[in-house]
């Protein structure tokens, strides 16, 4: 079992900065990847970023790529999404998600885990 915990969403203006925290625990050893999902109200949830253990690669949707970075700490216990250059459509709750094995890294069904979720609002 994995728990995770989001921290270090709030409020910011248009064209700010942000940068949200997701702490693992339990059985992170074992786990593929990482995630960042995000959803606005009415909204579906949707991809953001993720972050493979395994060789490092790196993903991201289009809408943010270019302005989100995604990483992790080598113990495969925190991964982090730093966010730049924010929008107002950027506002939604950002879940992290963690997945035990490789698959689609785009779909929320492929991972096993999940956290309960920060807000970020963006202001314009």
Known sequence: QVHLAE?????????GSLRVSCAASGRTFSNDRMGWFRQAPGKEREFVAAIRWRGGSTYYADSVKGRFTISGDNAKTTVYLQMNS???EDTAVYYCAAARVYSDHTLA???DYWGQGTQVTVSS
């Open 86 to 88: 924010l929008k107002p």
């Open 7 to 15: 921290s270090g969403g709030g409020l910011v203006q248009a064209g």
């Open 109 to 111: 069904r492929s991972y």
